[in-house]
């Protein structure tokens, strides 16, 4: 039944939206202050259950809610102002789309008279959002602010999640009290896999003689690494991970082949080439993971496993299942018969043999005096296993990829999106949504610069976040791809850095430096040992700015 909340006289919009999202059992909302939802800040200063984190840029707020998402696989609420606030917050929300993470975004609008005459921060939120959100709603009055907000959250977490956008103006917010009925929870839509469907998969798994699972995002939104792992031993078939999915999979067991990243290795391109049976599950199939949509080789079936059937019609597959990950990896594992042949077995080990020899960081040279292979290798042994590591865009992120392998769930994340600037806030949603857990942020200087004042929120907020910043003074991606076509050129690609170790005194942080990779071990030291944030400052060489393919041409 539903359940009438509130006393007189009443609740304002403000304080129906808080109770709306404690129906949900949502716990978190990150926000800029903004004084066009007062009411909201007003009834979240007064509970206890719902935690606000006052963020300083709305892009933060929607990265921090798309890292908190990724680790606690529930949404999280976050509220900006209009025009400039919610502009500010769509590269979080396009983030959040394309990694398939839930989030409930509300812009609290101009008032509904002021509507369609350009009015001072006036947009159309459905055309600025309609593109990059699950969808877009806008509350026209009072009486529907509890169902449209309550849609908005279930519709977030159900099939394939992502970010949803509520629109609600400051008259509604601020003006009309009640006592409106909040809608019970949605009833969970379960995405089973039809047995015989799975037989089927099982059957050409058997059958084939290199058979590859590629395992995307689906898999650790619904927590199926062990499922995963299982339908592996099982089958005998390697394993690779989607973009920026590493952990999916213990990157240690035999059956992982590698991450299907910007940079295609040599080992991953012949296990596709030898493959004749590739089963996606899990995966949208982007186009990084891909390789802009031309990674199927001639002759080699394709499966493909979603709970979205939309992502079938991009494809020509042989099977197509519109199911949960979970259900699909216990179903086909349980369909498949046997052990797995030698051969095949023999020809996954070898892959993996590969994959694992590339990230052998011991013999890894550089031109500069810190060695980032060496770094990252020591910061492998020094932190724990579930450590929550947050990369942010930039190329220093591929010495992670290939020097640092994920051996437990929820442990690797970053920008599907490719989007500049997670990082910092990033730290924040994983520290707030999972405290028992250590969390490190490795950023370039390029996107500490753009969101690293949100290092300030940790300090506020007693988060013990770890910040290391690679600083090469240069956007080190875009100087590559500048000398792959004008050799010698860095118009525009090298930076000034500032001090990045006073920045952080700045904001109430202890730094350490390292100009020598063998000054790393005791700044890790010394920032473990601190009670709350730290930064350790990595001077680098612009020349290292990849492990895969060299670096550019040194500064004169």
């Keep these: 039944m539903n359940a009438e909340v509130g006393s007189d006289p009443g609740l304002n919009g403000g304080e129906v939206v808080l109770e709306t999202l404690r129906s949900r059992g949502i716990d978190t909302l990150f926000f800029v202050a903004g004084g066009t939802f007062i009411t909201v800040m007003e009834a979240l200063s007064r509970a206890n259950d719902i935690r606000g984190v006052p963020m300083r840029l709305e892009s933060s707020a929607t990265f921090a809610a798309e890292t908190y998402a990724a680790v606690n696989k529930r949404a999280a609420a976050v509220f900006v102002t209009r025009a400039p606030g919610a502009a500010n917050a769509v590269i979080g929300v396009h983030t959040a789309m394309q990694a398939s993470r839930p989030m409930v975004l509300f812009v609290a609008n101009i008032p509904g008279p002021m509507k369609q005459r350009e009015a001072f921060q006036e947009l159309d939120y459905n055309q600025v959002y309609g593109p990059v959100a699950k969808a877009v709603f806008e509350v026209h009055r009072y009486e529907q602010l509890a169902d449209v907000v309550a849609r908005a959250c279930d519709l977030a977490e159900s099939g394939r999640p992502g970010p949803v956008v509520v629109a609600v103006g400051r008259d509604l917010l601020d003006g009309q009290t009640g006592n409106p009925v909040i809608p019970p929870p949605a009833v969970q839509v379960h995405h089973g896999m039809d047995a015989s469907v799975a037989a089927s998969i099982a059957e050409r798994i058997q059958n084939a003689s290199h058979p590859i699972v590629l395992a995307g995002e689906m898999v650790a939104h619904e ?47 012949d296990a596709l080439d030898a493959c004749d049976l590739l089963v996606c599950i899990g995966s949208r199939l982007d186009s990084v993971t891909t390789q802009d949509y031309a990674f199927q080789r001639e002759g080699q079936a394709l499966i493909v496993v979603y709970p979205d059937s939309s992502v079938m019609s991009q494809w020509q597959p042989a099977v197509a299942a519109s199911a949960s990950a979970r259900s699909a990896l216990s179903a086909i594992a349980a369909a498949t018969p046997g052990t797995p042949p030698a051969d095949r077995i023999a020809w996954r080990d070898e892959i993996h043999g590969r994959e694992a020899a590339f990230a052998d960081a011991s013999a890894a ?3 500069g005096d810190v060695n980032l ?11 724990p296993d579930d450590s929550i590591v947050v990369s942010d865009a930039g190329t220093f992120g591929r010495w992670l990829h290939r020097y640092y392998p994920s051996t437990q769930p929820d442990t690797n994340l970053g920008p599907v999106s490719g989007a500049m600037g997670y990082g910092v806030p990033g730290g924040v949603g994983a520290q707030v949504a999972r405290p028992d857990r250590a969390v490190f942020v490795w950023v370039g200087d390029g996107g500490f610069l753009m969101t690293g004042h949100d290092a300030v929120v940790m300090v506020q907020e007693r988060l013990p976040v770890k910040i290391i910043v690679c600083d090469n003074s240069a956007w080190g991606s875009i100087m590559v791809s500048a000398q792959s076509r004008f050799p010698g050129m860095e118009y525009g690609t090298r930076l000034q850095s500032p001090d990045f170790a006073r920045i952080a005194e700045g904001y109430g942080m202890p730094s350490f430096r390292v100009r020598q990779t063998a000054e790393f071990s005791d700044a890790l030291t010394q920032a473990l040992a601190t009670d709350g944030p730290a930064l350790v400052h990595l001077l680098l060489d612009a020349r290292d700015v990849s492990p895969y393919a060299g670096g550019p041409k040194a500064a004169d």
């Design 365 to 367: 040279n550089v031109y």
């Design 223 to 269: 927590m199926a690494h062990g499922d995963l792992v299982k339908l592996a031993e099982r089958t005998g078939a390697g394993v690779l991970a989607a973009y920026r999915q590493q952990d999916v999979i213990n990157n240690l067991h035999p059956a992982y082949f590698g991450h299907l990243t910007l940079n295609r290795l040599q080992h991953v391109e």
């Design 373 to 383: 292979a060496h770094v990252i290798a020591e910061f492998r042994e020094r932190v």
